[in-house]
């Protein structure tokens, strides 16, 4: 049974989840897909997990390889997913399904190792949401070990290194769009690099980094924890770098709370994450910093309302106006919704 909603009335925006339907996908196409709660999350489930207790006013959707076009152009085929989000979001926004707004920014993707010829896809994505297309995701996230099965057999080491690929990115600053960025802790010099090179794109780092904590890396979480958190005052010190704090109930973090056969409560969580969520709130302050749900994929260690739970007993310390920012403000001002 959930637990009881904490601070109900507070407004959030949740800034990152995923819609998908996996039921067809095979192990060959969808390498990561035994690891997902949920094979099926579209409108009827994130609905059901937006409107569990917590005041959810409006979602950012984050490509998630789904939705392709089967037909056409092989570098179009992501705008689909652009379609298909932005037909969600219309939904929504009739005020058939409540007052949620879901879908009200979308994060599609583009191979930005097209290198100028990338402004065909962003203009694509443009046009089939212009008014709540907000940017690009390119996952980076590479590793060698067998352990950690990201995307780590499409994309190669160093991505975000790519000189091709960063002749892709110069396009988002002129294009007015930002970058979500995901990537595991021992990338994330590549990252800071990347920031430094390009002071105008804004870029928001997905959950907080991805620590590992399975593998090779298995028990040695407080080893590698002060090498992750002097990468993300580094980065910090980018002003162009917003963060997510969220992400870690993912396979890759390996917390104790992963997959435990009596769930974790918000309180347990909250203990789990709260080094991680504090030195990343203490470093970007919270008007550079906001919660995500990461749904489904997070699903495989607590439900939706516990989820939000924790990160409301994270965010006890702070005050109003700075809660404010970490629930609501921070992705609004980022991803600019309007929600008027």
């Given amino acids: 049974m959930d637990e009881p909603i904490l601070d109900p009335a507070r407004p959030i925006i949740d800034p990152h989840h995923h819609l998908w339907d996996l039921r067809r996908q095979t192990q060959a196409n969808m390498p990561f897909a035994d690891e997902l709660h949920k094979p099926l999350y579209l409108l009827s489930e994130l609905l059901d997990d937006v409107n569990s207790g917590h005041d959810i006013r409006a979602t950012v959707h984050v490509e998630a390889d789904s939705m392709y076009r089967a037909r056409g152009p092989a570098e179009l085929a992501s705008v689909g997913e652009t379609e298909f989000a932005?037909?969600?979001?219309?939904?929504?926004?009739s005020g058939i399904y409540g007052e949620c707004r879901p879908c009200a920014g979308i994060i599609g993707y583009a191979d930005l190792r097209l290198g100028a010829h990338a402004s065909k896809v962003l203009e694509a994505h443009l046009a089939a949401a212009a008014d709540r297309f907000r940017g690009i995701r390119q996952c980076a996230a590479h590793d060698t070990d067998p352990a950690i099965r990201p995307y780590s057999s499409r994309i190669p080491q160093q991505l975000y290194l790519d000189a091709r690929f960063r002749e892709g990115f110069s396009l988002l600053a002129p294009f007015g769009l930002v970058f979500d960025a995901w990537l595991l802790e021992p990338q994330l010099a590549d990252l800071i690099d990347l920031a430094r090179a390009f002071p105008d794109t804004h870029i928001c780092l997905d959950h907080v980094g991805t620590p590992l904590g399975i593998g090779a890396h298995a028990g040695r979480r407080e080893q590698r924890f002060d090498l992750w958190r002097s990468n993300i005052r580094s980065l910090a010190r980018c002003e162009n770098v917003t963060v997510k704090l969220g992400g870690l109930g993912m396979h890759y973090c390996g917390f104790p709370s992963l997959r435990m056969q009596t769930r974790a409560t918000s309180e347990q969580l909250a203990a789990e994450w709260r080094p991680y969520i504090e030195t990343c709130i203490e470093v970007f302050t919270p008007s550079r910093a906001m919660f995500e749900s990461n749904f489904p994929v997070d699903a495989i260690t607590?439900?939706?309302?516990?989820?939000?739970?924790?990160?409301?007993?994270?965010?006890?310390?702070?005050?109003?106006?700075e809660k404010h920012d970490l629930f609501f403000g921070t992705a609004q001002r980022f991803y600019r919704l309007q929600l008027d």
């Fill in 302 to 321: 607590c439900s939706y309302s516990t989820l939000w739970n924790a990160f409301k007993r994270l965010a006890q310390p702070y005050s109003e106006a």
């Fill in 86 to 93: 932005n037909g969600i979001a219309a939904m929504g926004a």
